[in-house]
T-cell receptor, first 115, second 111 residues
């Protein structure tokens, strides 16, 4: 399978705990994106990387959220001190930008439930 | 503020008929528009796109129309099939920036 892979598929945690999600993009894609989707809404942009450089992080929801892509391959998204409002689907996508025409390929997401 | 809006949360269509999904945007800087389809428990998958230099793009049963003056685009599916039942998201971007998504429309195609 050469698509975008996300792990775990589901995560249940207690409020106050830290969680980390992993995303493995399509191998030749140098851009990697994190989005969040809540019920009944479209995906909401959080942050993105070009290779290992995080080019946009102002949309991360709070300082409890952080993302890394240390070697320009896989990425992790960490949420510290989780709150019930963090419950959502966290989606990763990757792409190879070709001029203005960027098409994102999404993984199946990690569904987070904070109890 | 919602820069991309899909005002119909759901749409029900009979198999074989046309499905028309609508999307409105407010940012005049958007120059690239996409439609994604999402099944339950899966990530969105790319369906079709259109650049702002065009007003129509067709791919098999799927056609996207862009009306720049009205800041409106639509996705036509004809003929609709039960396997088309999914949530459809409209998305837009400007100058290669990140995609901004609408809230989605759930399409149900009845056999």
């Amino acid at each position: 399978d050469t698509g975008v892979s996300q792990n775990p598929r589901h995560k249940i945690t207690k409020r106050g705990q830290n969680v980390t999600f992993r995303c493995d993009p399509i191998s030749e894609h140098n851009r990697l994106y994190w989005y969040r989707q809540t019920l009944g809404q479209g995906p909401e942009f959080l942050t993105y990387f070009q290779n290992e450089a995080q080019l946009e992080k102002s949309r991360l929801l709070s300082d409890r959220f952080s993302a890394e892509r240390p070697k320009g391959s896989f990425s992790t998204l960490e949420i510290q001190r989780t709150e019930q409002g963090d419950s959502a689907m966290y989606l990763c996508a990757s792409s190879v930008p070709t001029g203005l025409r960027e098409k994102l390929f999404f993984g199946s997401g990690t569904q987070l439930s904070v109890l | 503020d919602q820069q991309v809006k899909q005002n119909s949360p759901s749409l029900s269509v009979q198999e074989g008929r046309i499905s028309i999904l609508n999307c409105d945007y407010t940012n005049s800087m958007f120059d690239y528009f996409l439609w994604y389809k999402k099944y339950p428990a899966e990530g969105p998958t790319f369906l079709i796109s259109i650049s702002s230099i065009k007003d129509k793009n067709e791919d098999g049963r799927f056609t996207v129309f862009l009306n720049k003056s009205a800041k409106h685009l639509s996705l036509h599916i004809v003929p609709s099939q039960p396997g088309d039942s999914a949530v459809y998201f409209c998305a837009a971007s400007s100058a290669g920036n990140m995609l901004t998504f609408g809230g989605g429309t759930r399409l149900m195609v009845k056999p």
